[in-house]
């Protein structure tokens, strides 16, 4: 089974920091890429950065030079780091992977940036 369980959110003030992590099991984790996408309050769900299995990575335009996106093999683990936070990055966030044919997501953690 599936499972993708996110951790870290909560209240930051702007220009402050938090860290995102994704606990991945039921599947290989090392050969699928993940993702972390976050849906604000009357929005649609965003893609905010991806990892390939390779390595490689994009990140949407609004976090570029601001959030990154890692992974540990070794512990099934993908994490965002979210530096300069602002207040437009209030949402939540929710971790994904495109397993045997369909997304999976987490139940998602708020992460609320004050001004």
């Known amino acids: 089974q599936v499972q993708l369980v996110e951790s870290g959110g909560g209240l930051v003030q702007a220009g402050g920091s938090l860290r995102l992590s994704c606990a991945a099991s039921?599947?290989?984790?090392?050969?699928?890429?993940m993702g972390w996408y976050r849906q604000a309050p009357g929005k649609q769900r965003e893609l905010v950065a991806r990892?390939?299995?390779?390595?490689?990575?994009i990140y949407a335009d609004s976090v570029k030079g601001r959030f990154a996106i890692s992974r540990d093999n070794a512990k099934n683990t993908v994490d965002l780091q979210m530096n300069s936070l602002q207040p437009m990055d209030t949402a939540v966030y929710y971790c994904n992977a495109f397993v045997w044919g369909s997304n999976r997501w987490g139940r998602g953690t708020q992460v609320t940036v004050s001004s």
């Open positions: 990892i390939e299995s390779g390595g490689s990575t």
């Open positions: 039921g599947f290989r984790f090392n050969n699928y890429a």
